[in-house]
């Protein structure tokens, strides 16, 4: 097996450390050498000895004898030519681009399906944690109902050090990104975008289904104050980012919103930058991946995986179908804040100061805004 | 591909139920029928149409249509001439036996090499929960350092039930009982023997090595008292039958032991009868898989994928390692309760009425037993 290795930032070095490391093991394990053959990055970098370092990625493309491409440069503009070029050729593709695949998964996938390569994509979601493909072949004798997850590290460091540390977000967020934990553009994690296009994967996979990646629903953390977080957990719940699908009974439900999760959970209990999948099936009910969501190692780990399984072959056809549709979930539970009694329906009330705290029956967020009319309020999710 | 389920029990009538309920769908996947053509059971059963029913697996293994063989009696006698003769003639296996792969799993993995024939058993440990396959797979680019585990179902309910309900072992045994938790051999669950199964199995797949079953030192859950568990609360530990393999310098530790855990770590919020697993890596950190241990439709799932998986050639080649030796993991922290105060290093200390509770810094057992000389105590493993 040679492969090319595109991108060598944090991640692809450790992609060249694992596969230096682990190459004896990895060798005996299929039978045959595991050579990186190229390294390709645009800064000059040292590489062990026996890579070929390389600016021009058409070098890794146009070699014959590499077979498996791995991108790691990201972005979806020349990270989408070279997955797509590779593919073409009939090599197999990992990466770790959750964004691209969000946006063009069904371009991707169509193409690995013309050209009879593999696209493997398990570090685009949960960082190391197995659920990309255990969702697709683990559980393949269940119907997927619902996924539900913590899948953005940055935004679960920020709550949890606003509830731990008793900070409000301004405060939470200087931390964060002061240990590197925020992305160049702080929107992809603080406004829940980079959830969305975990969750988007995760969909597309559950349910077999192609869509739009921008008619999901999302809603980050900017608007999560400490004083929420506090009546939480006074009520008994923690405030987390969560990212959930579901089928619905006239399409699928997708969205990421701040929820308040019931403190036994075990999703509630998923602090700093772990990352957590709960998925629900028929038959399994509900089962629980977590791990860490970053990291050197962690992300390279799951690439690393990833190339392994290019050796094998696969032959299940999954058959996805395009929706036009993607709804936001909107019949929950709601955790409203106010600064005046309401009248409404509610399981439990609170009040402290001049706080009025409810936590309502299931209903449809139309309906409750229309029992809310011109009041002002904050409002969230409730799971459960 | 024709299917041969032997053993018609509560799992096997819920893989007969999915397979049948679930069969376009699983026939699209791999392009192929996927028919259930035998039945075979003692005891007479009522199947659906087109299925044929046998007392005799003899039908089964001598018909050369069908591929796979799907073992649910159960035991180690006649469930292990089944699967031997199954893989022998080219057929694949399937089987949720964990006794059975515990005991002769060295020979059955060899039977299989030998004759290429696949065995997959899935369902053997945590019920419906993917942990075998994605600890062979999924995180293969890693090292696997350590396994721990809650892997019985029915002494973590029993242990759930002695803390929220606040009884003693026996009362929440008979709670237990009385809802069919516990098996017809009740040492099997009781005296940790059923974990020390599972944890074999997992051990096997992560150090690729062989070893006798009997090696595993375990205790059971009969010594944990309602007082041990108010006094590990009070320190902020709560205990859990823990299930553990580990590379140790010398070679690997295996054992099963109540253990205390700390309340904030999520393997101390795994309640009632759910399993977990954790698995610590060189490079992945650690990653939690966590879901229902047991029950008709759980279990058959995992059956059920594993049918499928036996459609996907595999490639790779597992080396394992005959290993002598097997360690009790004797390295660790204590709690020691005793009726007056001791004179022992200790990182925590704790006196009510005429209990003395210490928990010790780590230290290996052997040295803890001489400090403690003839002293009459109670002693528990915490971990961390």
Chains 1, 2 share one sequence.
Not at 202 to 210: D, H, P, T
Not at 292 to 314: E, F, L
């Amino acid at each position: 097996m040679k492969i090319g290795v595109i991108g060598l930032g944090t991640v692809g070095f450790g992609v060249v450390d694992i596969l230096t490391q682990q190459k004896e093991r990895l060798e005996k394990l299929i039978q045959e050498e595991v050579v990186v053959k190229y390294g390709c990055a645009l800064n000059e970098v040292t590489l062990p000895d026996g890579i070929i370092y390389t600016q021009d990625f058409h070098d890794v493309l146009n070699d014959d004898e590499v077979d498996v491409v791995v991108e790691l440069i990201g972005g979806t503009t020349i990270a989408k030519t070279i997955i797509l070029e590779a593919l073409k050729k009939g090599k197999n593709v990992v990466t770790a681009n959750k964004a691209l695949i969000a946006h063009d998964g069904q371009e991707i996938f169509e193409m690995a399906m013309k050209y009879q390569s593999k696209i493997y994509y398990e570090a685009a979601v949960g960082g190391g944690i197995p659920v990309v493909v255990p969702a697709k072949e683990d559980l393949v004798a269940n119907e997927i109902e619902k996924i539900e997850g913590i899948l953005n590290g940055t935004t679960n460091f920020i709550l949890t050090l606003m509830e731990t540390d008793n900070l409000d977000f301004e405060e939470a967020l200087t931390i964060a990104d002061g240990l590197g934990y925020v992305e160049a553009d702080a929107s992809l994690d603080l406004d829940g975008k980079d959830a969305a296009h975990k969750i988007c994967i995760l969909a597309m996979n559950a349910f077999e289904i192609f869509f739009d990646f921008h008619k999901i629903q999302c809603t980050g953390i900017r608007g999560v104050t400490k004083k929420d977080i506090d009546y939480a957990k006074k009520l008994g719940y923690r405030i987390k980012l969560i990212a959930q699908a579901k089928k619905l009974e006239n399409g699928y439900g997708i969205d990421v919103s701040p929820t308040l999760i019931g403190i036994k959970d075990m999703v509630a209990n998923v602090n700093q930058a772990y990352n957590v999948v709960e998925i629900t099936c028929n038959y399994l009910e509900n089962v629980i991946f977590y791990g860490k969501g970053a990291g050197r190692y962690v992300t390279a780990s799951a690439v690393v995986s990833d190339i392994m399984k290019t050796h094998q072959p696969t032959m299940w056809q999954h058959q996805y179908q395009y929706v036009e549709d993607i709804f936001p979930i909107t019949y929950s539970k709601y955790y409203i804040r106010c600064d005046h009694p309401l009248d409404i329906d509610y399981e439990m009330y609170y009040s402290q100061d001049h706080d009025h705290i409810y936590i309502t029956n299931p209903i449809e967020l139309n309906d409750l805004k229309h029992q809310l009319q011109n009041e002002s309020y904050n409002l969230l999710k409730v799971r459960g």
